[in-house]
């Protein structure tokens, strides 16, 4: 039988000892407008809450922008300000009030963006000169973040958090030793983080990655997880429907315990990631 999100407001409405449940979310009820106003929340927290098989996707990004770079006069001389860059080809490139964290590279040059003109107009400080103001075709130029790291790439549409990244050095190999971040001295590490709408990477100009992603299908979902979503939501609509604290902390508590199960449960399915016992009894090894 389908699962739907009604179901799992009744479910939460039964558990808090509801004498009758909703027939639809939209229903004209405090209970209904409650689990409505909701539901959406606790499931992206349940989602965020742990690596879940069964939402687990991967992904190879690109640091690859859309246009054509055009740099304008000055781009060409370093310490040069207010050098005009436009994009052709596309309708948008330039992200308003966000841009300005990052600089632009490509034909042998780097220029900070000070100030985004419009969607495909930007103002920047040319830090190193480009080798001339010829146009830059898309995947010879890239967005770069400000310092740290070297590329950025976009977040998936239905991502919701990353938990891995493939290095470059892997890519290809046949190895044992394979995505272990136990050793900040391991020289297949690699460093991936999360700032606003983008992964941000030392390794490109493309990306493998391992990430949540957003299942709206609960048909898709574990029941183990659906258990735990079920408890987070009894937990937030407990005071507008039985109106105790005390149930409140009750159904928390409660929510945390089918949590820690289905995370173990969860855990346990597959074979188990690699600790890097053997790397670190190997390098002991006479």
């Known amino acids: 039988m389908a699962i739907t999100t009604l179901d799992i407001a009744n479910r939460a409405l039964l558990r808090l000892g509801a004498k009758y449940v909703i027939s639809s979310l939209s229903e004209d009820t405090d209970r209904a407008r409650v689990c409505n106003i909701e ?5 992206l927290e349940t989602l965020r809450a742990h690596p879940w098989h069964h939402a687990r996707r991967r992904a190879k990004l690109t640091s690859v922008v859309p246009g054509t770079l055009n740099p ?3 781009a060409d001389t370093q310490g040069s300000t207010g050098v005009t860059f436009t994009l052709t080809g596309v309708t948008a490139g330039f992200l308003a009030d966000r841009d ?5 590279v490509g034909n042998s040059g780097r220029a900070r963006i000070a100030e985004v003109v419009s969607p ?3 103002l920047a400080e040319i830090d190193t000169a480009f080798a001339d103001l010829t146009a830059i ?3 010879d130029w890239r967005f770069s973040p400000l310092w740290e790291f070297t590329y950025r790439y976009a977040l998936p549409a239905n991502y919701l958090r990353s938990w891995d990244v493939q290095p470059t050095s892997l890519r290809g190999i046949a190895t044992t030793a394979v995505w272990w971040r136990g050793i900040t001295t391991d020289v297949f590490a690699s460093v991936l983080k999360r700032e606003g709408d983008f992964l941000m990477s030392l390794d490109g100009p493309t990306l493998y990655t391992a990430y949540t992603a957003d299942r709206e299908d609960l048909n898709t979902w574990d029941p183990l997880s659906l258990s735990a979503y079920v408890g987070l939501l009894c937990s937030r609509i407990a005071y507008s429907v039985t109106g105790s604290l005390q149930v409140v ?3 928390f508590d409660a929510y945390r315990a ?4 289905a995370r173990s449960m969860d855990g346990q399915e597959g074979t188990p990631d690699d600790s890097g016992s053997d790397m670190l009894i190997a390098s002991r090894m006479p």
């Not at 300005?100 to 632009?104: G, H, K, P, S, T």
């Open 39 to 43: 539901m959406d929340p606790c499931r």
């Open 72 to 74: 304008g006069s000055g």
């Open 100 to 104: 300005e964290d990052f600089v632009l």
């Open 120 to 122: 495909t107009e930007v």
């Open 137 to 139: 075709a898309s995947g």
């Open 249 to 251: 902390r009750t159904e």
């Open 258 to 261: 089918i949590l820690a199960e």
